[in-house]
């Protein structure tokens, strides 16, 4: 920060990732409002602390763990001469994974991750912190995609452990190879995931759906000729309320899958030129206004295909609205906003109708939508990214023609996030947790409720209250 510019860039860019955090902290609280109106009452207080307490765990974990692999594994991957990356910002014991004020010490290159120009140590002094929390956001949300899909018959200790695989390991792995400017995804595959239609939803839908194929469905859930029940959520107003909640946080989540302000010239630009501009997380030109658009207007294109292919049924009115988003995020840095609106209607069709399908065929019980609204939505819209893009830079390295968008990198990168990264470790360590008795809470508890060793609890402490009051009365001559 050795000049004005440098010392604003830098104040400038630290506060607007630490805005970005309460703001997509709002898409936690939204998704404990959802669930806990999406299921019944004998479980409310088993899917709250279910979804709350995987705050703490997968924090500390990704504080040990999952920064490091982001920085390490970029390079890391199946193919000839693959090999970790050397990274002093996201070790634990590392000088910048604390409370340090600048001056001397580790060197850093770069704005973002290491991508060419020299700034100094005190950028990351002061942007490691809440880049870091930002990315752990993006953790938190993974995992609560999966915590609705299992919401009324997991045990807690089952979900906290896949919480911790999806949240600090898998999709952080997923972070380096496809959403990192110089991960082999994007340098090999052309892939280009702008908003994370792929790196987090598509992951998550596919992680959510290996668990349930393990996990199996609610008691009751199908009828004996496999006919499939409706299990209304019990609140409605607390799924819509949630689900807005959801909305604003998105808006936190998209600013933080941009990079802020960088000289144009250190990414290419003409020489003599300072030409300060936003990027995307691949250090490619956008603008905030790009965002705007394109996201309120995928997610009317959502919402209007959510009422009219769902007959005006307020669950998955609001749901497709969600899927709208996810599936125009891969492309929305460079989507018109009337394409970002067309694909958000493709994307909420096509997830209400497969999870339907998928129900129907394969006696998925999926509560929330969650693989339908997250996975088959990401997965889909990394498709159409690849054709509607075809041909344009996936990354800041224009020149290179492998790094260009196409239809095929798109179709790799999907199949990657959502079954390699996504479904087969779920399944596996599923099939691990369930052979040892600890996915699935017992038939009996499930039957009368996860939450009554609270409700008894409960009881238990109002009848001595109770009691109490009674015995207080009695001595001061009030009963006889």
Known sequence: MDTDIG????????????????????IHVGFCMYEVGATRRKNHMHTLMKNTMLIPLVTITF????????????????????????????????????????????????????????????????????????????????????????????RPSAFWILAVVIGSFTWIIDAAWGWHPDGWMVTKLGYHDAYASGVIHAIAGGFALGVICVLGPRLGKFAPDGTPRNINPHN??????????????????????????????????????????????????????AITFNFLMSLSGGLIMGYVVSKGEAFWTYSAGLAGVITASAGNDLYHPIQAMIIGAIGAYCAYKLHFWVE????????????????????????????????HPATAAYHDPATLITPWGQLAGAIIMFGVLGFLPAFIVSKILMGMGMLRVPPAVELVGLDLSEEIAEEMDAIEVSEADIAEAKRLGLLT
């Open 63 to 154: 504080f040990f763990f999952g920064w490091w692999i982001y920085f390490a594994f970029p390079n890391f991957g199946p193919f000839p001469g693959a090999s970790l990356t050397q990274s002093d910002n996201a070790v634990p014991w590392g000088e910048l994974m604390g409370t340090h004020l600048g001056g001397p010490g580790v060197a850093s290159q770069d704005p973002v991750m290491g991508y060419g120009v020299e700034l100094g140590n005190g950028f990351w002094a002061r942007i490691n912190g809440v880049f870091w929390a930002a990315f752990l956001l993006f953790s938190w949300t993974a995992a609560s995609i999966v915590s609705g899909a299992t919401i009324e018959r997991i």
């Open 7 to 26: 010392a604003l860039t830098v104040i400038f860019t630290e506060f607007y990732y630490w805005v970005t955090i309460p703001l997509m902290f709002l």
């Open 236 to 289: 409605k107003w607390l799924v819509t309320i949630g689900l807005f909640m959801i909305y604003c946080g998105f808006w936190g989540f998209y600013v933080a899958c941009n990079v802020p302000i960088i000289d144009h010239q250190s990414l290419g630009g003409a020489e003599g030129v300072v030409n300060f501009t936003a990027t995307t997380i691949y250090l490619t030109p956008t603008t905030l206004s």
């Open 360 to 391: 129907r065929k394969f006696k998925i019980d999926d509560p929330v939508g969650a693989v339908a609204v997250h996975g088959y939505a990401g997965f889909i819209g990394l498709i159409i990214c690849g054709f509607m893009l075809w041909g």
